[in-house]
């Protein structure tokens, strides 16, 4: 048995990772997602799912139904499983780097940048590392929950670059030549976009094309 906070709390957020991993790879034993809830009653965490599975007989919860229900308790308390836990967020994450790399073009950024996992920050995050070796995460950095889905770690993405060149070097980018204005990253349609506020609004180019509407400029 576990005494200090210290070491329940660990005991605790281990059993958040078992479950969490229980549903990802299809496993889960419905005694971890018990063990869990019963922890979090004690953390005083009174959702209905902790309460269904503390006071039901586990034997009488088919086994979608203690899926659906541990899902709903990692909801409950904010679970996020990190970069660790889903590996694919980084895949994720670099693929979306790759596409928004082509923009950079336009502000006279050569090479192929990386993804780099900020382990020293809290919560754990990541940023960019430019192939001259300069940081991009000025701006604060891409969290793994930015990262399910394409899009929105596209759009986060281009975000982040923009705010973190804009605090390194002062100069707006990217801008749209109809305007004269600084086009903000965002999600619109379901696509990752550049979008200036002149005239009530337009996109200047998806994420990645901006070299269509820019062109490539040289050092
Ligand atoms: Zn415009």
């Not at 619109?188 to 337009?202: E, I, L, M, S």
Request: net charge negative; aromatic share 6%; charged share 25%.
């Amino acid at each position: 048995m576990s005494d200090t906070m210290a070491e329940r709390e660990a005991n605790t957020e281990e059993l958040k990772q078992r479950v969490y991993l229980g549903l990802r790879e299809d496993n889960l034993d419905p005694r971890d997602v018990v063990a869990l809830a019963c922890e979090l009653l004690d953390w005083f965490h009174y959702t209905d799912a902790i309460l269904e599975v503390v006071e039901r007989n586990p034997a009488d919860v088919s086994p979608t139904e203690m899926a659906a229900l541990a899902r709903r308790i990692l909801d409950d308390v904010g679970f996020d499983p990190g970069f660790d836990l889903a590996p694919e967020r980084l895949a994720t994450l670099r693929a979306a780097l790759r596409i928004v790399a082509r923009d950079l073009a336009t502000r006279g950024i050569e090479g192929e940048p990386e993804i780099e996992v900020l382990e020293d920050w809290f919560p754990v995050g990541a940023g960019v590392r430019l192939a001259d070796g300069g940081r991009l995460n000025w701006g604060g950095c891409i969290l793994p929950g930015m990262c399910d889905d394409p899009t929105t770690a596209l759009a986060s993405l281009a975000v982040m670059i923009q705010e973190s060149l804009l605090e390194w070097t002062w100069r707006v980018w990217p801008v749209c030549p109809r305007h004269d204005l600084g086009v903000h990253g965002s999600e619109h349609d379901g696509t990752a976009v550049w979008w200036c506020a002149g005239d009530g609004g337009h996109v200047l180019a998806p994420v990645g094309e901006l070299s269509r509407v820019l062109g490539s400029r040289r050092k």
